[in-house]
C-alpha cells in the first residue's frame, strides 16, 4: 500500500519510550517535514525503569528514585536532541511522564484517565496519520499503547486518522496491509544521526539498537474494527498447570474487565478452543483481551501479551 504524504499531513508519532521515535520512524518523520506536513509525538514514559545501561554508564549498582528520575530526565533531553535531527522542533515532543514498565498496570488501573491524555491530543493536533506501536510487539508497555491508542481513537468520534503501527520487539503479525517507505541513502544517515543522540542507551545497547533502526520502516495498516458477537475465541490453549496463575483483562469501548481464569466466562467450542462469552454484541470499536500472570519476573518481555478479538 502507499502512503501519501503532503503539506496537509499531520503524523502523531506515539511512542512508549525515548528512541522509538528514531528506531521506528525516523524516515517517515523526515518525509513527513519534507512534504510539509506537521510532526508530533507523545512519549509516554521517560525510559526511566532502564538499569542496566544505567549501571554500565553511571558505574553504580544501587539505583533509587532520585537516580531514577535523573536518568529520565537525561534520556528525555535525548530524544529532543534526536527530534531537532529529524527537522522538528523539540516543542513538537509532548513527554507524559508515566512509569516505564507499567503503561499495562495504568491501562489496567487508570484506563479512563490514560485515554483522556490521548483524547486531548488528538482534539489538539487533529493528525491525519498515527504511527504507533504494533499490538504483536512484545514488549508490553509497546502493545498496551497500542490498545490505548485504538480505543482511544474509536472514542475521539472525528474521522479517524489513518493508522500506522510499527513492530520494534518481535516479528510482524497481522493481516493488514504493509505500507513501506521508499528510503534513501540521506534519509537513512539523518536517522542513524538521531539514533546515536540516545547515547544513555547506545553505550551498552548500540550494536542492537542500530541492528533495529537498520531495517527499512516498515508498517501494518491499522483498519478500524467493530464487535458484533457475544462470544469470541481466544488465540492461547495454557498448560492447566499454569492455569491457577493465570488472569484475563478484557478491555473495549466499555471499559476492563478482569478475572482469574478459572472464574472467567469461558467454554469450549467444537474445536476446543477456549471460547469467551458474555460480551455486548452492541458494541463497535476494537475490543482486546490480555493474558497474563501476577507473579514478578526478571523477563521483561510479555509471553502472551494483548490480542485483538475476533467473533466467532
Known sequence: MALTLNAGTRLLVVAPHPDDESIATGELIQQV???????????????????????????????????RRRWGER???????????????????????????????????????????????????????????????????????????????????RQAPEMLSYLVHGHEVGTGGKVKLDSSVGLHATKMAALACHRSQMALSGKRMRRLADRAERYQWTPGSSATSDSAVLPWQPSPLLQGWLHLSLVDGQGIRQWSWREAPLARDGQGRHVLHGLDPTMEGPRFVKLHMNVPSPWIFDRWGWCELHVV
Open 33 to 67: 517535514r519534507l512534504a510539509g506536513g506537521e510532526v508530533q509525538i507523545l512519549l509516554l514514559t521517560n525510559g526511566d525503569n532502564n538499569p542496566w545501561p544505567q549501571r554500565w554508564v553511571e558505574r553504580r549498582v544501587r539505583i533509587g528514585l532520585d537516580e
Open 75 to 157: 534520556r528525555r533531553t535525548e530524544v529532543g536532541e534526536a527530534l531537532v535531527r529529524l527537522g522538528v522542533d523539540a516543542q513538537a515532543l509532548w513527554p507524559q511522564g508515566w512509569p516505564d514498565m507499567g503503561i499495562t498496570t495504568r491501562l489496567r488501573e487508570a484506563l479512563d484517565d490514560s485515554l483522556a491524555i490521548l483524547l486531548d491530543r488528538l482534539d489538539d493536533f487533529s493528525p491525519t496519520v498515527v504511527a504507533l506501536p504494533a499490538l504483536g510487539d512484545r514488549h508490553p508497555d509497546h502493545s498496551a499503547a497500542h490498545v490505548l491508542t485504538r480505543l482511544a481513537v474509536a472514542r475521539w468520534g
